[in-house]
């Protein structure tokens, strides 16, 4: 089975919207003693929430794990341990050099005398991306099991037991403000959604505009049913505000998932074009082979640009500056390609399949097999021509043909092979 490249944009688009979202609504003032702390623009600037949703993209995340789970479950030709254990290697190894490099980074920092302020901000940014780890390994685990139940029961009804845990989980916090700290069954509910529609798409469902269709617009109707009901408009958590749709996933945050799922499904002829074209299609595909790097290094690489340049003691505007204006934000966004370049670096540094390693193995490759096949060091002039072949029936299939072997001292033998055409 091919990749989708259409899911492939969705993923891409997902690594991104969170990559940009936590570089934009992620302040660190810089403060009298050197030293960091977090603020958000939103507490200052609510007119940005439905920003949010544009850049809130953990359900396409999702979404396209479950895909990509389903579909290389499917075609994995052993047994499902050795899927997946090769599925969490690949998810978990990127996670230990994060934890490693970054152990060794805050060891150092701590050194040469950092604030405390400026190491618990690292060490937060650094660390809280990895929540995604818990409910992913256990989706993915669990994809078997989800596929079959999606094939036998469709996927609405598997759907609805999550939606309704997730309600309940709201209804607790809402009357019962103890309950904030909810057990992480709400997390796994909340994002088992896009991932069984992801499942349900790798195996066939959803393909039809009529499907998109409808999930885009079930989703944003509950949506605007959810903003009458008071929830609140950020799909992020703002700093000071009682409640949050994101810690712990409230039925918005689903309903913003389904919505985007179904956006995205309604744009698959669209994507396809748009990866057809050179550019956008090596981008894609790079945002693809580094997306667990991208999204684990994001932030440390923002706390390091930041901090660094902190040192010279001056506050730059956009960094190090309090974001209680739009200039803050405009001031950022210039910031963003410096963040951008040193995330692609970081990102790069290391991999076995790095351009220049692929250009060595692929001259290795050349240097083995000379003349496109030969054997390592026989000269072009030792490879044995390649023997003639004749089509017997020119106007028949092409890959239906005949050869004939022909001895010089055979006449009869060599005239029927010239009789044929070429």
Known sequence: MSRDRAVDALRA?????VVLGHWLVTGLVLTGDGGLHQASPLTALPGLAPLTWVLQTLGLFFFTAGFGSARSLARHPGG???????????????????????AAVLLAATVVGTSDDTLAVALRLAVSPLWFLLPLVILVASTGPLRAAVRRWGVLRCATPAVAVVA????????????GDLPPVTVLAAWSVPYLLGVAHADGWLRSRRAGGTAAAGGALALAALLALGYPVSAVGVPGAGVSNLNPPSLLVVALAVTQVGLGLLARPALRRLLARPLPGRAVTAVNRFAVRIYLWHQPVLVAVTALTARGGLALPGLHTVPDDSGWVLARCCWLPLLAGVLVTVVRVGQPGSPRRRGVRAGDQRRRRPGGGGVAGRSAECVRPAPQVYDHRRSGPPDLQEVIAVRDSDPPSRGRADGQSR
């Open 13 to 17: 688009y997902a690594i991104g919207g």
């Open 80 to 102: 499902t341990g050795g899927w997946l254990a090769g599925r969490l290697r690949r998810l978990l190894l990127p996670t230990v050099a994060l934890l490693g490099a970054g």
């Open 168 to 179: 309940a989980a709201d209804l607790a916090v809402r009357l019962v403000p103890a309950a």
